[in-house]
């Protein structure tokens, strides 16, 4: 059996991988169209301070997946055709064009940055305007910040944007966040997003709301940008609004696409063309509570179904689970977690949706030290089933969201979760979890 993998990143090399444990005799080519493989793209927000290496995101390396895995990993492969018909791919290399078949291939390609479409923003790229989603771009953006620019501009106000921002002030820089929407974060409340606004405040970062960048240039020796609200200045400007799935390659190929353009795929992976099938950050998903095709590029998601789909090709039927979204996210001192569904997304589902919000001391009080969580959960008045939840604080946000996402996979009402016995010591919250006490104020909204 010949396997070929598009992409080597998270889903890619989680499918070579274990398609060779699955069949030591089958034969895996993995074409990467960079220089990079397995690497922790989370984490490149965090490497930007000072006294930091982008190098240490490296995972495992393409000579040690070659030599002690068997894979046949060849970088600056760039795939440019998929012959579904003749079972091959084709493209360009670092020596000239190629062609190779496939008996079962993985489109495993990623998402890329979404540059907005503002005027005077390509001639900047890589030279004043920067994203940040590859090795690459934190190495280039990396090397910006050596040359000590005292002021950034933040274009996106999501969870990169927010990172970003966070180790941009640790590298000492002004930062201003520029959101087109009325807010940052927009599947928080606004009970928990004020916590985020008090936040960025008090760390001196100034947050523009409901405001496109209409254009930049240079301007002296920095740049210049036009907002709906007025000129902003600023040495550098990182775009941090959103990313997209590479999902062009199987379009043109006859490969049916699911949400959000994304490559859509079945339980086991397969797309729409036989013997193709599709993990990552460029495949669709199923929510858990609707189970409708969602596209949320999360990396848990991504080297799951990578794992799942290099077993599948070989012949296994493993099914891949089903996500919430469940994601977590540091802005200096407070952590964010949320899962599920936000109000507007349970209504368009058909749920009358109740909410309950309650802050909560993280620690005993007599412990000292610790804050205030915020804790946000969503029911269905009906059925009195959770359909999602979200946490702000400066502790206990990160891991107590996890708690919300197992009830909500397992179907838990909030009377079920107000039942549960969940551990408690002084050091790590009050001997009634802020959980529990906004499930039990959520119980009695619903009656």
């Known amino acids: 059996m010949r396997l070929v993998i598009i992409g080597g990143d998270a889903a890619g090399m989680s499918a070579a991988s274990q398609a060779r444990r699955v069949d030591r005799g089958c034969e895996v080519v993995v074409l990467e169209q960079t220089e990079d493989v397995s690497y922790g793209a989370c984490g490149l927000p965090y490497k930007l301070p000072d006294g930091n290496d982008m190098e240490d995101l490296k995972i495992i390396s393409a000579e040690r997946f070659r030599r002690e895995r068997g894979i046949d990993l060849r970088l600056g492969h760039r795939v440019e055709r998929i012959d579904p018909g003749a079972r091959r791919v084709s493209g360009t290399g670092a020596v000239g064009p190629f062609e190779e078949p496939y008996d079962r291939l993985l489109v495993?390609?990623?998402?890329?940055i979404a540059r907005p479409p503002i005027p005077g923003l390509e001639q900047l790229w890589g030279d004043g305007a920067y994203g940040l989603k590859t090795l690459e771009d934190g190495r280039v953006l990396k090397r910006a910040l050596a040359r000590r620019p005292r002021s950034a501009v933040v274009v996106g106000g999501g969870y990169i944007g927010l990172e970003a921002t966070d180790n941009l002030r640790e590298q000492g820089l002004e930062v201003t966040v520029v959101e087109a929407l009325p807010h940052v974060l927009p599947f928080l409340p606004s009970e928990l997003r004020?916590?985020?606004?008090?936040?960025?405040?008090?760390?001196?970062?100034?947050?523009?709301?409901?405001?496109?960048?209409?254009?930049?240039?240079?301007?002296?020796?920095?740049?210049?940008?036009q907002t709906g609200a007025g000129e902003l200045e600023a040495d550098l400007v990182l775009v941090a609004t959103g990313v997209r799935p590479c999902s062009e390659l199987a379009a043109e190929a006859g490969i049916a696409l699911g949400a959000a353009g994304s490559i859509a795929v079945n339980e086991q992976l397969e797309t729409s063309v036989p013997g193709i099938y599709s993990a990552g950050d460029c495949a669709d998903a199923r929510h858990a509570l609707t189970g409708r095709s969602v596209w949320i590029p999360l990396a848990l998601r991504a080297n799951r179904a990578g794992k799942l789909a290099g077993g599948n090709m070989l012949g296994r039927r493993d099914p891949a689970p089903p996500v919430l979204g469940t994601a977590v996210f540091k802005f200096f001192d407070q952590q964010v977690g949320r899962t599920g569904l936000t109000e507007d997304e349970a209504?368009?589902?058909?749920?009358?949706?109740?909410?309950?919000?309650?802050?909560?001391?993280?620690?005993?009080?007599?412990?000292?030290?610790?804050?205030?969580?915020?804790?946000?959960?969503?029911?269905?008045?009906?059925?009195?089933?959770?359909?999602?939840?979200?946490?702000?604080?400066?502790?206990?946000?990160?891991?107590?969201?996890?708690?919300?996402?197992?009830?909500?996979?397992?179907?838990?009402?909030?009377?079920?979760?107000?039942?549960?016995?969940?551990?408690?010591?002084?050091?790590?919250?009050?001997?009634?979890?802020?959980?529990?006490?906004?499930?039990?104020?959520?119980?009695?909204?619903?009656?």
């Open 347 to 447: 209504r368009e589902e058909g749920h009358d949706p109740v909410a309950g919000a309650i802050n909560a001391s993280t620690r005993a009080k007599y412990y000292g030290g610790g804050g205030k969580l915020g804790v946000w959960l969503l029911a269905d008045r009906k059925t009195h089933r959770l359909l999602g939840g979200a946490m702000v604080g400066p502790e206990g946000a990160a891991h107590r969201i996890d708690t919300v996402a197992a009830c909500l996979h397992a179907g838990l009402t909030v009377e079920e979760l107000y039942a549960m016995d969940l551990g408690y010591a002084p050091p790590f919250g009050p001997s009634w979890s802020p959980l529990l006490t906004c499930a039990s104020q959520l119980s009695k909204k619903l009656g």
């Open 108 to 112: 495993a390609t990623g998402a890329r």
């Open 194 to 225: 004020d916590k985020i606004y008090a936040e960025a405040e008090s760390r001196g970062v100034k947050v523009v709301l409901g405001t496109a960048v209409e254009r930049v240039e240079r301007a002296g020796g920095g740049l210049r940008l």
